[in-house]
């Protein structure tokens, strides 16, 4: 129906590129998805929404696709922080819980938060802990290969033997001379050749207690092996789409091409695909810039940079009004704005139904629609095609005020378009209450909590209690403040 073909930015040829799967019409798409150490926040959004919105488009596309996308449970250790320190093990501890408790917990939690955005759980979500025996594999074929050393019960991936063969650096353009001089102190750095080597296996100290045996001894597996290792499983040696976020390209991708290519001599990516970082008033987001924000505090608007709650149909609107590869920048007047945005589609939507019909039609909608289409066919481009449902929305409520007019077949195809674009692909919500859940609750809350004043200022303490037990059998949480209330709702 489209005239255009998909073309996607290809990270590794850095340019774009018609997308030709390798086996049509399956499609094999792998995303690298969360670690579960903490509370899903605002960082976890953005690729979860970027790959959900090409999943439903080549599902659209009548493509047959395997999405997977995998959760990192076992304790590894940090990019940022590469201190030896298992964050599972840590909490654990801390809180009395067998490790897996921790990661169960935490990956119900990024499960429930990230279906409030309407995004579509992937194909296949493997755990890294449930395939254990296929790392080992994997290392033991490296090994064979001779891209890999074993010191101490640790395994290493040798970047500078891989190096003679293949090009390491190939996806991020860093040579191996500069990353020796950039290098930093890593536990464990004299085990290694060199500095940039990065560990297939690890050795488990005592007292590290997630831990597999191993032919090595006992130990726990390299972060970057469990996306190759399970790419290669479900997707096949090669398969067609890898995506993942931009501060995943070096190390974590890199090493992935390695450990693949290294393995079973060949590359195992044909297109690569990075989704650009959020920032929060131009700042990066981080725990220690008091910028951090949970998507719990996001849906109640308690964080100190929040002015209100917003919806995940607002913050899911929001992100499509950004090209995914464009930094996005969070701050309440964007959200706010695209409330209103996204208000305005939904009404004009609404409007479709009760439009008076006319013989001809004064606007031109086959062409806004091959438009729209054209703006996701350049590389997911869904700002541009947004822009296009705004004029169209401009147009329908002109036809309301009767300055212009439209004919049942333009009707329908109007329905269609946004049915397609906004619902189907954009993955958007059609009625409004599901966008503004939060704040119609709200609403009604200070109704209550105001009548329950109003009770206890004329001394009707009955009346005032009642409304007070009622909310908290119903699961609120009201606390008296003295110049009013607070309420929540207990999860
Ligand atoms: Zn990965």
Known sequence: MTKNKLVLYNSIKKKKEVFEPLNPPFVGLYVCGPTVYGDPHLGHVRPAITYDVLFRYLKYLNYRVRYVRNITDVGHLE??????????????????????????????SYKYQISKFNVLPPSIEPQASGHIIEQQQ????????????????????????????????????????????????LEGQDEKKNSFDFALWKRAEDKHIM??????????????????????????????????????????????????????????????????????????????LGNFILLEEMFSGKHEKLEKAYSPMTIRFFMLQAHYRSTLDFSNEALQASEKGLERLLNAFQLLDNLPVSEKSSYDIETLKQRAFN???DDLNTPVMLSHLFDAAKYINSVKAGTESINSSDLASLKEIFNDLLFDIGGLLPDKESSSTDSKLGEVMDILLNLRIAAKANKDFATADKI?????????????????FEWELKN
């Open 211 to 288: 831990r597999w045996p191993s032919e090595w001894g006992d130990g726990f597996p390299g972060w970057h092996l469990e996306c190759s290792t399970m790419s290669t499983k479900y997707l096949g040696e090669v398969f067609d789409i890898h995506g993942g976020g931009m501060d995943l390209l070096f190390p974590h991708h890199e090493c992935e091409i390695a450990q693949s290519t290294a393995a079973n001599g060949k590359e195992s990516v044909k297109y690569w695909m990075h989704n650009n970082m959020i920032t929060i008033e131009g700042q990066k987001m981080g725990k220690s």
């Open 138 to 185: 994997m290392i033991g074929q490296i090994l064979k290969n001779g891209y890999a050393y074993l010191k101490n019960g640790s395994v290493y991936f040798d970047v500078e033997e891989y190096n003679k063969k293949y090009n390491y650096g190939k996806l991020s353009g860093r040579k191996i001379d500069e990353l020796l001089s950039n290098t930093r102190e």
């Open 79 to 108: 990019r940022d922080s590469d201190d030896g320190e298992d964050k599972i093990l840590k909490k654990a501890i801390i809180e009395q819980l067998e490790p897996m408790e921790v990661a169960q917990y935490y990956t119900n």
């Open 375 to 377: 703006a996701l066919n």
């Open 468 to 484: 007070r037990d009622q909310l908290q059998a119903a699961g609120f949480i009201i606390k008296d403040k003295k110049d009013g």
